[in-house]
């Protein structure tokens, strides 16, 4: 065992569970590698396992997505040294000063990239980056409907998007995450809300035609205008279910809007190997290297003041990722 500092649930309840202490962490086995942690993503479902919504037990170190310095390898494991700069989006125990986590988990980092940053990315820039190149893969010329654009994974989408040669059309709540939508890049974006088709809004931006590829976290508020929305044989790709789940459906109903194709991605699906993270990967790091990719750290923590950043997040008083620094 490796002694450390870490953010552990005691029990299931809200962000006063949570206690930063001494913690120990097992010395990497067989194709792991010890981390030296210096920045952890915060997500939700950090909260929800925190709570008790998703089942855990207690005590817990907390956390899945973080950054830091290859510290030690452990047997077998030949493409990470000591030293090595490194990213992951699925490592357990990631709110610590050292983490432990499968080494086919690990992305690389490439000098010049804050670890803050590095930290913040994985899960939402793997899951923008695979939706465009995997679930509906973003051809010169095609147009693209983004719902939620202003949330994080909606600005990452709208710039891959358009680094991909395509055109954006993004709905936001507000005026503000207009803004928000547009200085990312987004062709055009329109309020959602009363009395606003959001279909026939689509479809009188292209002209009657539908857009190529509908990208739809929100689910069952936003599916029906998104199908309606997709033009003849274009894909319709529901990744999430922020306002609820679609409920059961005709599939008829994809024959009759024009053969759309209809799927349900998930991440865990498409970074199944460490050659298919590494790619994955390596268009956002390059991005962010390169300046075409723009992320934002809304605020950052100190590690002990983990709770403060829960109750920051689940009060919804934070933009942008929210980011623990050891």
Do not use: C
Not at 195 to 204: E, H, K, M, S
Not at 207 to 220: E, F, L, S
Not at 314 to 326: A, P
Request: proline share 4%; no cysteine.
């Amino acid at each position: 065992m490796v002694a450390a500092h870490g953010v552990r649930a005691m029990q299931a309840g809200g962000p006063e569970v949570l206690e930063f202490g001494e913690i120990e962490v097992a010395a990497p086995g067989p194709g792991e590698i010890l981390v030296d942690v210096k920045a952890a993503g915060i997500n939700f479902i950090d909260t929800y396992r925190r709570s008790g919504v998703y089942p855990m037990d207690y005590p817990h170190t907390v956390g899945v997505e973080g950054s830091g310095i290859v510290a030690e390898v452990g047997e077998g494991v030949t493409a990470w040294s000591a030293g090595d700069r490194v990213a992951w989006h699925d490592g357990p125990g990631s709110y610590a000063t050292r983490a432990t986590l499968r080494a086919d988990m690990a992305m690389r980092v490439p000098d010049g990239i804050d670890f803050d940053v590095a930290a913040a990315i994985p899960l939402q820039g793997l899951t923008a980056q695979y939706l465009v190149t995997g679930s509906h893969r973003i051809e010169a010329g095609q147009t693209a409907l983004v719902h939620a654009a202003a949330g994080g994974v909606g600005l990452l989408l709208i710039q891959l998007i358009k680094h991909l040669g395509g055109r954006v059309i993004g709905t936001v709540s507000t005026e503000e995450k207009a803004e928000l939508a547009r200085a990312a890049g987004a062709d055009d974006v329109f309020l959602y809300g009363e009395g606003v088709d959001v279909a026939q809004t689509v479809l009188d931006l292209t002209d009657g035609r539908g857009v190529d590829g509908a990208y739809d976290g929100v689910g069952r508020d936003t599916f029906d205008a998104s199908l309606r929305a997709t033009a003849v044989r274009g894909s319709l790709v529901l990744f999430g279910g922020a306002s609820g789940q679609v409920p059961p459906f005709d599939i008829q109903r994809l024959n009759g809007g024009g053969g759309v194709f209809l799927s349900r991605p998930s991440l865990t699906w498409f970074v199944r190997t460490p050659e298919e993270l590494a790619e994955r990967s390596e268009m956002l790091f390059a991005g962010l290297s390169d300046g075409w990719l723009d992320f934002r750290v809304g605020e950052t923590f100190a590690l002990a003041d983990a709770d403060e950043a829960h109750r920051a997040l689940e009060g919804r008083r934070t933009t942008g990722k929210v980011v623990l620094t050891t």
